[in-house]
């Protein structure tokens, strides 16, 4: 019997590493309960192929960030399991969990840099997770920190800014900051919580094609989250819909027109656009905007 049970568990112990090669993120019946009967996340069943891009749409409270957070430990489920890159996050603990989320890049949309100082110092802040001791100036990171982080603010395209305050830059260079910034921790997986919500649409462009640049080019796992359903077809190779906490779109990106980003609106929110009224009005970026609306699908 004892024999037979050691098999059975290596058996199942090969199986799960192979799935964890394939899938970096995987969520596996998670339901996040709020209490008062909000459900956050409602039995999502969700692997994320390693080295694919995949973007979350949906509402506003359709569970997307919720999704995210639960990604880099920051919630944790009422119930199921959350797998990322290999390890159980609710059973690593605390320490198990720091050395996770340096594996793991964040970015967000309120791109949570630090105005007063340097462009430079911001970025160098990507490696405190890799470093023993506060640094309350910029000499104080190790030269080799301080360099690397040149060549990420070059490869964002903002090596000549360096040197100047963070606030004074642009929203869309201070998104590029941030990715510098996540690029310094050497993450494998990157979150990017409506990374370009609070952008003009040409620099959320540019940002968007940025990130679709980086990913291929490291190979990174990325899941995002946009309210812009064309802007997501561009991006992504796989497009998950969200609604009241549940999974109710998954399909890939190729071969995806234009057209059909009404339907993938309709499929996240709900509503049928026919039924939708005089008011409503399909963008550019393929967002339903209603009176109600304004089309901001967070």
């Known amino acids: 019997m004892s024999i037979h049970r050691h098999t059975t568990s290596t058996k199942t112990a090969e199986l799960q590493r192979e799935i964890d090669d394939i899938y970096s993120v995987q969520l596996d019946h998670v339901t996040k309960d709020f209490g008062g009967g909000a459900l956050g996340l409602d039995d999502v069943n969700i692997g994320f192929r390693t080295g694919r891009v995949t973007v979350l749409l949906g509402l506003s409270g359709s569970g997307k960030s919720t999704l995210l957070r639960h990604i880099n430990g920051l919630h944790t489920p009422t119930s199921g399991t959350v797998r990322v890159l290999g390890q159980d996050v609710g059973s690593v603990g605390k320490r198990g969990l720091r050395e996770l989320r340096r594996n793991i890049g964040v970015i967000f949309q309120s791109f949570n840099l630090v105005g007063p100082m340097s462009v430079l110092e911001n970025v160098c802040a990507g490696q405190l997770g890799s470093l023993k001791g506060p640094r309350i100036s910029l000499m104080m990171y190790p030269k080799s920190v301080r360099r690397e982080a040149i060549e990420k603010l070059d490869r964002v395209g903002l090596a000549d800014r360096a040197y100047q305050r963070a606030d004074t830059l642009s929203g869309g260079q201070q998104q590029r900051v941030a990715i510098a910034r996540a690029l310094m921790q050497h993450p494998t997986v990157l979150l990017a919580d409506e990374p370009v919500a609070s952008l003009d649409p ?70 049928d656009i026919a039924e939708a009224g005089p008011g409503s009005a399909t963008t550019a970026t393929g967002v339903v905007r209603t009176p109600m609306s304004s089309g901001v699908t967070r």
Do not use: C, K, W
Request: proline share 0%.
């Open 202 to 271: 040409v620099s959320a462009l540019d940002v968007i094609n940025l990130l679709r640049q980086i990913a291929e080019e490291d190979d990174l796992t990325v899941i995002a989250s946009l309210h812009q359903v064309q802007l997501a077809i561009d991006f992504a190779d796989r497009i998950i819909g969200l609604r009241s906490g549940q999974a109710v779109l998954d399909r890939t990106t190729q071969g995806l027109s234009a057209e059909e980003a009404s339907t993938i609106y309709s499929s996240v929110s709900g509503m």
